[in-house]
């Protein structure tokens, strides 16, 4: 071996050695990827692709620690052609072009294809992205991209169109813990079990934060154990080691405490304290809690505690739970509180969950009779000869924008399911429902005594041509 080659070799040997745990620990094989068996387990469409190294170009999207980059190594491993690696943070259209050249030199004169990895693929623009397209649209470039960003926002569509979208998702806590039991392995040092299930709690579904959290607390009971004159094999990395990791405090909070927190987070929502609801909802997210699991809770919490109250908190929960997904964790934190401090402040009414239990009630337990003939569809051929639609009165073509009309079954005319409160803006709907309902109202009187509609109130003219153009809204 050459001298140079000698001193290449043992520099590659002592950055392997210095390489960090999560780099050390890349798999080497498909087997040893952890978390991902929707692509890559026995029989997927990912590995069989990899497997026969008839991989087309692919997106793979995902959070960050989820296995994009150990994907693409494993591919560069086990494919026949090239192999070329890109971060679109630093690359730059000149870059892509120089791929592009070697490509179809290394095409013409050994005949081999080339792929190309490009990490963080959502950092590129638009013309940088575009001078990809050549490559990919001929087959001259097998692309595949990786990123933590939704690739339908931040990839443009013909780029997108010619790849295959692979979807990785966050490692569940048996992947993680696996993760740890292979970066203790490695390190050669052990962990008390509470440690373990704080690391994986606080991981995020994040495999890379695993171990990096996992590679310091290890520094710290090893240098422990060292002071103590014992060798690092004796270390034994404790919870207190991974709070120092962490840099954040260990909450109880196992199975009884996830189901408490939250119970108690809801009712103070409900009970419309904002200063206990923010409490909660800071201890959820300290321990770790999935974020889209409190957005779900303060979306049903809108209808089934406020509802008709402030039907503007439905917006706002609706409004959090999509940033949980477009932002993610840290920054989502700040919408979940934004929703919570506002539905805890909002007037409340169960009106909707009482109404809708109360007529799912009566259509289980009672007959619900049929559909009044005028409500029924009425738009087809022959409907008219069955009577359906025949004397339905169009709301819009009234001057009030409704008129008094039988909309329930025979069965359960007169039956009232939702029983509004006077709380906020369910007041005002109370009221207008309450005067189009009251018998001593003129309008109601004058339609129930068969008065004929002012003129140029939007009735029937005798030419029916009015009539014509409701028949077409029934």
């Not at 390489?19 to 991902?36: F, H, I, S, T, Y």
């Not at 402030?310 to 959090?320: F, Y």
């Amino acid at each position: 071996m050459a001298s140079g080659d000698l001193f290449s070799h043992a520099a590659g040997e002592q950055l392997s050695r210095r390489a960090p745990l999560a780099a050390r620990l890349r798999p080497q094989r498909l087997d040893d990827v952890v978390g991902q068996q929707h692509l890559l387990g026995p029989g997927r469409p990912l590995r069989a692709l990899i497997e026969a190294d008839r991989l087309s170009s692919v997106v793979l999207w995902g959070p960050p620690g989820t296995g994009k980059t150990s994907v693409a190594q494993l591919i560069a491993l086990h494919t026949a052609k090239a192999f070329e690696q890109l971060s679109a943070v630093s690359a730059s259209v000149r870059d892509v072009r120089d791929v592009l050249e070697r490509a179809t030199e290394r095409l013409g004169q050994q005949g081999a294809g080339t792929i190309l990895f490009l990490d963080e693929v959502h950092r590129f623009n638009k013309s940088q992205q575009d001078a990809l397209l050549p490559g990919v649209e001929s087959g001259l470039l097998v692309l595949i991209g990786a990123t933590t960003e939704n690739p339908f926002f931040e990839l443009n569509p013909p780029l997108l169109s010619r790849s295959t979208l692979f979807r990785l998702e966050p490692l569940d806590d048996d992947a993680l813990r696996l993760l740890v039991e292979r970066g203790l392995a490695m390190e050669g040092v052990t962990a008390d079990p509470a440690a373990v299930t704080l690391l994986v709690d606080r991981s995020g579904g994040d495999g890379r934060h695993v171990l990096t959290s996992l590679e310091v607390a290890v520094a710290l009971a090893v240098r422990r154990e060292a002071a103590n004159g014992a060798p690092a094999a004796a270390a034994v990395v404790g919870e207190a080691d991974v709070e120092d990791a962490l840099g954040t405090k260990a909450l109880r909070y196992g199975r009884d405490e996830h189901f408490d927190v939250v119970s108690a987070f809801i009712k103070s929502v409900r009970g419309s304290d904002p200063d206990a609801a923010v409490h909660y909802l800071a201890r959820m997210l300290e321990a770790g809690e999935d974020a889209r699991f409190i957005a779900r809770r303060l979306v049903i919490l809108a209808s089934e505690d406020i509802g008709m109250a402030d039907s503007q908190s439905l917006v706002v929960a609706d409004a959090a739970a999509r940033a949980v997904e477009f932002v993610g964790l840290p920054e989502a934190q700040l919408n979940l509180a934004h929703a919570t401090v506002h539905l805890a402040c909002a007037p409340k009414s169960n009106s909707v969950t009482t109404a809708l239990a109360e007529a799912r009630g009566d259509v289980r337990d009672h007959p619900v009779g049929e559909v009044p003939p005028q409500l029924r569809d009425g738009h087809y051929r022959g409907a008219a000869r069955l009577g359906h639609g025949v004397g339905y009165e169009y709301p819009h073509d009234d001057p009030r924008g409704w008129v008094p009309a039988q909309y329930l079954p025979d069965e359960l005319e007169g039956r009232r399911y939702w029983r509004p409160t006077q709380h906020g803006d369910e007041a005002a709907a109370a009221d207008a429902l309450a005067q189009r309902r009251s018998t001593d109202h003129p309008l109601v009187r004058r339609h129930r005594d068969g008065a004929q509609p002012d003129a140029g109130d939007g009735s029937a003219t005798p030419d029916g041509s009015d009539q014509a153009q409701r028949d077409g809204r029934r």
